[in-house]
C-alpha cells in the first residue's frame, strides 16, 4: 500500500510562504514539523501528543473534527489524524475496521459522483465539474480526498443541499415536505430533530457576537453556496437541518458497516461543546460512541486556557494565529 506523503501534502495543501514555515529540510523529522505552530490539549488542559488522540479512537465510532475553514495548519492535522486512524484501525491494519471519511464540505446530492470519481470511473475535472466543490478545495480538502482514493477509504458526502438549507431559511421546516420523494431522499427523515436548548442559546449569542468559533455555516468566500432567495427568517432551523444531514449521514453509514470507525470534518460551529452534530447523531444512533477535537487559532497561542476552551471538545488543539491563512 502506498504511504502517504507528508511532505508532498504540506506543498499541496498550503501556499508556498506557509508551507516553507511549517515543512524542514529533508532528514529534519517531515512528519513532525507542524508541532511549531500547533498544541494539542484535553479537555482538562494536559498537553497530549496526536496519536494520543488516535488512541482514544479505539472504542469509538466517530470522530468528529471541528475547524476553521482557512486555517492551513487544521487542514494539515486533518490529514495527519486521517493517515493515523487509517493505519491504525483501518482495513489494512490489524484491527480491520470499516473507515470512513465523511466530509460537510460536500452535499448528499453529489454521493453518486464522488462515488464514480472515487472509484476510478470518472476524471477528476469531471468530478470537480458536477460536485460542487467549495472554492477552496485544491488548496485545503483534495489532499483528503486524493488519500481516501489512494487508499480506498469510502468519503461520505455528509451535508444538506444548499437550496434546500436555503429554503428552510426563508419558509421555515415544514416547506420541505413539499419536495419531491427524489429531493427528500438527500435529506434526513422528515421532520429533522430540532435544535436543543443549548445549541440555539449558543446560535442565538453567536448571531449577537458574543461567541467563541467557527460562524453557524460559515464557507470560504466564493463558494458554491447560493445566495438565499428566501430570507432569513429560520436561519436557526436551516443551520439545524445541516447538522441533522451530516449526523444522519454518519448513521447511515455506521448502520451499513458494522464496527465502523468514520472520521467527520466539519466547521466548529457543528461539533465543538458537542452540540450541533454529535448531539444529533444521537437521536439517529443513540450508542455511538464520538470524540470531538476542536481545531482553533487562539489569540492565547501556546498557552491553554481551561476555563475559556476546555469545554470546547474532548480534545482541543491550538493553532498560531500568526500563520497566514490558507484561503481568504
Known amino acids: 500500500m502506498l504511504k502517504f506523503n507528508f511532505l508532498r501534502l504540506a506543498s499541496i495543501l498550503l501556499p508556498a510562504a506557509l508551507a516553507a514555515q511549517l515543512v524542514p529540510a529533508a532528514g529534519a523529522g517531515a512528519r513532525q514539523a507542524p508541532e511549531a505552530h500547533y498544541r494539542a490539549f484535553d479537555s482538562k488542559g494536559r498537553p497530549v501528543k496526536l496519536q494520543e488522540i488516535v488512541d482514544a479512537l479505539d472504542k469509538a465510532d466517530v470522530l468528529v473534527v471541528g475547524e476553521t475553514h482557512n486555517d492551513g495548519v487544521a487542514h494539515l492535522l486533518e490529514a495527519e489524524l486521517l493517515r493515523r486512524a487509517d493505519e491504525t484501525y483501518g482495513p489494512s491494519s490489524q484491527r480491520k475496521r ?143 437541518l445541516r447538522d441533522a444531514s451530516m449526523a444522519y449521514s454518519i448513521a447511515d453509514y455506521l448502520k451499513r458497516q458494522r464496527g465502523a470507525l468514520v472520521v467527520q470534518v466539519n466547521g466548529t460551529f457543528h461539533s465543538e461543546e458537542r452540540l450541533g452534530v454529535p448531539e444529533q447523531l444521537a437521536h439517529y444512533r443513540p450508542n455511538a460512541r464520538i470524540v470531538v477535537v476542536t481545531i482553533i487559532s487562539d489569540e492565547g497561542f501556546p498557552n491553554f486556557d481551561v476555563g475559556r476552551l476546555g469545554k470546547l471538545g474532548d480534545f482541543v488543539i491550538l493553532t498560531d494565529p500568526s500563520l497566514p491563512r490558507s484561503s481568504s
Do not use: C
Open 98 to 240: 470499516s473507515l470512513a471519511l465523511s466530509l460537510e464540505m460536500f452535499e448528499r446530492d453529489v454521493q453518486t459522483v464522488l462515488d464514480e470519481y472515487l472509484g476510478g470511473l470518472i476524471q477528476e475535472r469531471h468530478f470537480l465539474l458536477s460536485s460542487r466543490p467549495w472554492s477552496n478545495y485544491q488548496t485545503d480538502y483534495r489532499p483528503l480526498v486524493e488519500y481516501a482514493r489512494e487508499h480506498h477509504l469510502p468519503v461520505i458526502a455528509a451535508n444538506a443541499p444548499a437550496r434546500y438549507v436555503s429554503r428552510v431559511s426563508g419558509l421555515g421546516p415544514n416547506s420541505l415536505r413539499e419536495l419531491s420523494t427524489a429531493a427528500k431522499s438527500w435529506l434526513p427523515p422528515l421532520p429533522f430533530p430540532e435544535a436543543s436548548e443549548a445549541y440555539a442559546s449558543k446560535f442565538n449569542r453567536f448571531m449577537q457576537g458574543a461567541s467563541v468559533g467557527t460562524p453557524p455555516s460559515q464557507q470560504p468566500a466564493g463558494s458554491q453556496t447560493q445566495a438565499n432567495p428566501h430570507g432569513g427568517a429560520h436561519l436557526l432551523e436551516a443551520q439545524t
